[in-house]
């Protein structure tokens, strides 16, 4: 949830910061996309550094770096040391939740994963919609700064209590740090995941980070839009349930086309419209795009290479955040001009193909024994 609450803070103070250091939005959008940007590549290097140090070791020392920058990212006085200590914070929060779904692979069974990750994106819920709320009010009474401030206070608590957190059993042990990376890139299967995630990244993502300065640039306040978006965390909540319940009768591609079709669903309402009301549907919709297709391609990512699952995991949780971060800053120029109808047309278009390219290639495969 912290690691969550640092990720979502941001998209509702981008206009806030942006008046904040007397910049121009689009040098905003460009800081968070390097939070991303670093959030992504960096999860196939805290895969295997989990491998050999321990994933609760890993999650501790990456949470304490993290602390640091977030904290840092408080006092910086441009965009450039901005999108610094926001990629450096992004690089080390990654560790934490690819962390958490290798954890759930190593000691939960098969049959009762999909469950419990969707169980796991409660407490992403939680984060979001605390992210969403308190940033856009903070950043509004009082000032954006002070948002990164508590998360990296958060971060660096959460470093103290992980201590009591047991380890799962070690059993990933490879001859060189090279070796699962050889196995991912010699199975077919795995490197069409990791291109699903990184078209999910830019969709899915794309339009939640980008969702709250659409709502403002309407007229609407940065609490407003801040507390709009938090629908999307309240959304993912009830979804995860019912997207719980569902995974133990309908297959995963069923899930999946659930999924795409409700983020095509988003983004064509959101290009006609993006007043608060309207949004506010559309964060519905969002999250149960999230809890449907992300929850089944995430559980697919743990189960398509066991022997290199930490690193299947890790590259598939960096696809996701490349593919948002590079579809930030591509669409940043439109953000600046307040095109938000093409960017939304746009993610809408990339939805068809990532739906019905999921849909065909989860029906086909099967488990390995």
């Given amino acids: 949830m912290v690691s969550t609450l640092d990720r979502f803070a941001m998209p509702p103070m981008l206009?806030?910061?942006?008046?904040?250091?007397?910049?121009?939005?689009?040098?905003?959008?460009?800081?968070?996309?390097?939070?991303?940007?670093?959030?992504?590549?960096?999860?196939?290097?805290?895969?295997?550094?989990?491998?050999?140090?321990?994933?609760v070791r890993t999650v501790r020392l990456t949470l304490l770096c993290a602390g640091l920058a977030s904290v840092a990212s408080a006092?910086?006085?441009?965009?450039?040391?901005?999108?610094?200590?926001?990629?450096?914070?992004?690089?080390?929060?990654?560790?934490?939740?690819?962390?958490?779904?290798?954890?759930?692979g190593d000691t939960v069974p098969p049959e009762r994963?999909?469950?419990?990750?969707?169980?796991?994106?409660?407490?992403?819920?939680?984060?979001?919609?605390?992210?969403?709320?308190?940033?856009?009010?903070?950043?509004?009474?009082?000032?954006?700064?002070?948002?990164?401030?508590?998360?990296?206070?958060?971060?660096?608590?959460?470093?103290?209590?992980?201590?009591?957190l047991p380890a799962p059993p070690q059993t990933r042990?490879?001859?060189?740090?090279?070796?699962?990376?050889?196995?991912?890139?010699?199975?077919?299967?795995?490197?069409?995941?990791?291109?699903?995630?990184?078209?999910?990244?830019?969709?899915?993502?794309?339009?939640?980070?980008?969702?709250?300065?659409?709502?403002?640039?309407t007229g609407a306040t940065t609490a407003?839009?801040?507390?709009?978006?938090?629908?999307?965390?309240?959304?993912?909540?009830?979804?995860?349930?019912?997207?719980?319940?569902?995974?133990?009768?309908?297959?995963?591609?069923?899930?999946?086309a659930i999924g795409a079709g409700s983020a095509l669903a988003a983004c064509g309402v959101l290009a006609l419209s993006r007043s608060p009301a309207v949004a506010l549907g559309v964060t519905l919709l969002l999250g149960l795009a999230w809890t449907a297709m992300h929850s089944s391609l995430q559980t697919w990512a743990t189960e398509v290479l066991p022997g290199a699952r930490a690193t299947v995991v890790s590259l598939f949780a960096g696809s996701l955040f490349l593919g948002s971060s590079l579809a930030a800053v591509a669409v940043a120029g439109l953000a600046e001009e307040g095109e938000y109808r093409t960017i939304f047309v746009l993610a809408g278009l990339a939805a068809v193909p990532l739906g019905a390219f999921a849909v065909w290639g989860r029906a086909r495969w099967r488990r390995p024994a």
Avoid at 26 to 47: E, H, M, N
Avoid at 134 to 146: E, L, N
């Fill in 113 to 164: 994963r999909q469950r419990d990750i969707a169980r796991l994106m409660v407490g992403v819920a939680v984060g979001t919609a605390l992210a969403s709320v308190g940033g856009g009010f903070v950043a509004q009474v009082w000032t954006w700064r002070a948002a990164f401030v508590l998360t990296g206070v958060a971060a660096l608590v959460l470093t103290v209590v992980l201590r009591k």
């Fill in 224 to 256: 407003l839009a801040g507390a709009v978006t938090a629908v999307y965390g309240v959304a993912v909540f009830v979804a995860s349930g019912v997207v719980g319940r569902l995974s133990r009768r309908l297959h995963p591609s069923r899930l999946i």
């Fill in 75 to 104: 006092f910086a006085g441009s965009p450039l040391a901005l999108g610094l200590t926001r990629g450096v914070a992004g690089g080390f929060f990654g560790a934490v939740y690819p962390s958490s779904l290798i954890y759930l």
């Fill in 15 to 55: 206009i806030a910061i942006a008046v904040g250091l007397d910049a121009p939005l689009a040098s905003i959008v460009q800081a968070a996309g390097a939070y991303f940007l670093a959030y992504g590549l960096l999860q196939p290097v805290w895969g295997m550094v989990s491998d050999s140090l321990g994933l």
């Fill in 173 to 217: 042990v490879h001859r060189t740090p090279l070796t699962p990376l050889v196995a991912v890139a010699r199975s077919r299967t795995t490197a069409f995941v990791l291109a699903l995630a990184f078209v999910e990244g830019a969709v899915l993502l794309g339009v939640l980070t980008l969702l709250p300065a659409a709502v403002e640039a």
